[in-house]
């Protein structure tokens, strides 16, 4: 008999080939629609009146396809997932099923619910956006930095090992305190932490339309910041040489110099970084509201409420677009800040 490792593996390759799903490791879920924070950068929070939230029925209906799909890892998104007065109970119903879970966090209210992060939450990815000013000034929430702070050290005291990682989107209003970042990181005692650009082109995280230029430009460094910009990116390599080499970033520098190349590529110095993605054939993201898509920032493509995710996935619409889909040409791809590129030999457990 195959072993289970291999006929997942072997599942993978199908998948990468056919264009159907016949294994999907990972399912990016989003419990709730709205945000605790008003970050410059996002507008999920603009429509924080208009309430969508995932049910207890909408998961346990997702259950049939993501056994068939070996779905290995449930990464809950928002929004704020905690937010979700179910949001445990929805990672009852997950872990049950020997579901890994991850949660991305503000953080702001971590520390109240610490005891069931650790019995419900495999590992922690919170959003770090600066030291305690820059950090408070990008998230609108005065203390924003102070809760999550205590809650990440909350955490640690009471689970020394728990993982828990940062996520930052690096900016024109964060890039000079990128090293106060760093530090502020290793204060709270963060695991590792990553960096990514903004995404100012798409019309992912709420936005009705993709930002047109002059709000672009309240995130995008100014053109004379650029060589700045570069400036700091090429002293953390030397400064933070030992944080690179032992992956507490989690980044490469030459990832980090992607960093410059993708804002430098708005201002027509250099092509947007190349990006090896396979996101829409090993993973998909479910909204608030039942709506599926191949990722983040591509159309959906049904819902839940309508059909299996099996259904969904694997109706001549979604299988066309994966074998039409070149991501080294897609506009959408080609600027895209969040690229997943999953090989069927890795292991998410």
Same mark, same amino acid.
């Given at each position: 008999?195959?072993?289970?490792?291999?006929?997942?593996?072997?599942?993978?390759?199908?998948?990468?080939?056919?264009?159907?799903?016949?294994?999907?490791?990972? !399912?990016?879920?989003?419990?709730?629609?709205?945000?605790?924070?008003?970050?410059?950068?996002?507008?999920?929070?603009?429509?924080?009146?208009?309430?969508?939230?995932?049910?207890?029925?909408?998961?346990?209906?997702?259950?049939?396809?993501?056994?068939?799909?070996?779905?290995?890892?449930?990464?809950?998104?928002?929004?704020?997932?905690?937010?979700?007065?179910?949001?445990? #109970?929805?990672?009852?119903?997950?872990?049950?099923?020997?579901?890994?879970?991850?949660?991305?966090?503000?953080?702001?209210?971590?520390?109240?619910?610490?005891?069931?992060?650790?019995?419900?939450?495999?590992?922690?990815? !919170?959003?770090?956006?600066?030291?305690?000013?820059?950090?408070?000034?990008?998230?609108?929430?005065?203390?924003?930095?102070?809760?999550?702070?205590?809650? !990440?050290?909350?955490?640690? *005291?009471?689970?020394?090992?728990?993982?828990?990682?940062?996520?930052?989107?690096?900016?024109?209003?964060?890039?000079?305190?990128?090293?106060?970042?760093?530090?502020?990181?290793?204060?709270?005692?963060?695991?590792?932490?990553?960096?990514?650009?903004?995404?100012?082109?798409?019309?992912?995280?709420?936005?009705?339309?993709?930002?047109?230029?002059?709000?672009?430009?309240?995130?995008?460094?100014?053109?004379?910041?650029?060589?700045?910009?570069?400036?700091?990116?090429?002293?953390?390599?030397?400064?933070?040489?030992?944080?690179?080499?032992?992956?507490?970033?989690?980044?490469?520098?030459?990832?980090?110099?992607?960093?410059?190349?993708?804002?430098?590529?708005?201002?027509?110095?250099?092509?947007?970084?190349?990006?090896?993605?396979?996101?829409?054939?090993?993973?998909?993201?479910?909204?608030?509201?039942?709506?599926?898509?191949?990722?983040?920032?591509?159309?959906?493509?049904? #819902?839940?409420? *309508?059909?299996?995710?099996?259904?969904?996935?694997?109706?001549?619409?979604?299988?066309?677009?994966?074998?039409?889909?070149? !991501?080294?040409?897609?506009?959408?791809?080609?600027?895209?800040?969040?690229?997943?590129?999953?090989?069927?030999?890795?292991?998410?457990?």
């Amino acid at each position: 008999m195959i072993g289970q490792g291999l006929f997942h593996t072997l599942q993978r390759y199908r998948t990468l080939h056919t264009d159907r799903i016949s294994v999907l490791p990972i !399912v990016i879920l989003m419990p709730h629609s709205a945000c605790n924070c008003r970050c410059v950068m996002c507008d999920i929070w603009k429509d924080n009146k208009n309430l969508k939230q995932l049910t207890v029925k909408d998961v346990e209906a997702l259950l049939n396809s993501l056994k068939k799909f070996g779905t290995q890892q449930i990464v809950m998104s928002g929004g704020e997932a905690l937010l979700n007065v179910h949001f445990f #109970t929805l990672c009852r119903i997950l872990k049950e099923q020997n579901i890994k879970i991850t949660l991305l966090s503000t953080g702001l209210s971590i520390k109240k619910h610490a005891v069931e992060l650790l019995k419900w939450v495999d590992d922690l990815i !919170v959003s770090l956006d600066g030291d305690e000013k820059v950090h408070d000034l990008i998230r609108d929430i005065p203390g924003a930095f102070r809760k999550l702070k205590e809650g !990440v050290e909350h955490i640690r *005291e009471l689970a020394p090992e728990y993982r828990i990682t940062s996520r930052t989107v690096i900016h024109r209003l964060n890039f000079q305190n990128w090293p106060a970042i760093i530090e502020a990181g290793k204060q709270m005692g963060l695991n590792q932490m990553s960096f990514l650009p903004a995404d100012v082109s798409s019309q992912a995280f709420n936005r009705p339309t993709a930002w047109s230029e002059p709000k672009q430009h309240e995130i995008l460094p100014e053109e004379s910041q650029l060589p700045l910009f570069q400036e700091v990116i090429n002293q953390l390599p030397v400064q933070y040489r030992s944080d690179f080499a032992d992956r507490f970033i989690a980044e490469s520098p030459t990832k980090i110099q992607d960093i410059y190349r993708y804002y430098a590529a708005f201002y027509g110095y250099n092509d947007f970084p190349f990006k090896k993605c396979n996101a829409p054939w090993v993973s998909t993201v479910i909204e608030a509201d039942g709506s599926v898509r191949p990722c983040f920032f591509h159309e959906a493509i049904g #819902t839940i409420r *309508e059909q299996s995710l099996e259904e969904i996935l694997n109706n001549k619409a979604a299988v066309d677009f994966r074998k039409t889909l070149n !991501v080294s040409t897609n506009a959408t791809c080609v600027k895209c800040v969040c690229s997943l590129n999953l090989s069927p030999f890795a292991k998410l457990n």
